[in-house]
């Protein structure tokens, strides 16, 4: 990307989080590295992959980075500017303006999901809307299907409760420090039934 494109992607940002600071809730796009964790465990035959909260895409290019096509792509913004900035920059992903905790209300719009990357701000959210993210989340993606949420919070960002509520479990993928601020990625997947010996 270059200098010009990383301005205009800083000050388009901390534009967003001025108008909205509750939804952007960070005033710089994340950082390579955080961009690297989270896509970290994402191979290509996990596509396809649905990502909330985009931004300006900078999970979105590591994730093309990781061999996930564009095609196999759903970008998922609120956002009414970064989901124009979204459209031009990845033109064969399928951009969806609408808040993620909708999700569960409609049928799938592609096969379903190996993996979500969630960059949405779930600290900043209600129990209610974040237990909706996950329910559709979960709804459009296959068994064994991975949600991956990044964190400047200390612990997973989902309430233990909502984890037990949902029947999901969650562990840390790692940190990093070389992000503004620091951060962490959790992942989130549904818990294995148990099977009882007879
Ligand atoms: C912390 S920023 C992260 C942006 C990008 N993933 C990054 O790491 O640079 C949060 C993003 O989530 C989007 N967002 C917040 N609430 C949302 C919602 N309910 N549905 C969809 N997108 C949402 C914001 O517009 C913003 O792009």
Redo the contacts with the bound molecule.
Sequence with gaps: MSTTTTCNDFFG?FR?WIA?PR????VA??GQS??RLITSEIKPGDGPVIE?????G??TKALLQRGVSESELLL????SD?MRLLQQRFPNARVLW????QLAQYEPFIAPAGSVVS???LLS?TPR?VMA?LTGAFRHMRDGGTFYQ?TYGIGCPVPRPILDRLGLKASLVGRTARNVPPASVYRIRRRQPVAYMT
Excluded: H, W
């Design positions: 940002f967003a909205n939804r952007v809730s960070a796009p994340s955080l961009a909330l909260g985009p931004g300006t900078v999970f998922i913004e609120y956002g970064f609408m808040d993620a905790s960059g949405l701000p959210m809307k993210i990044f």
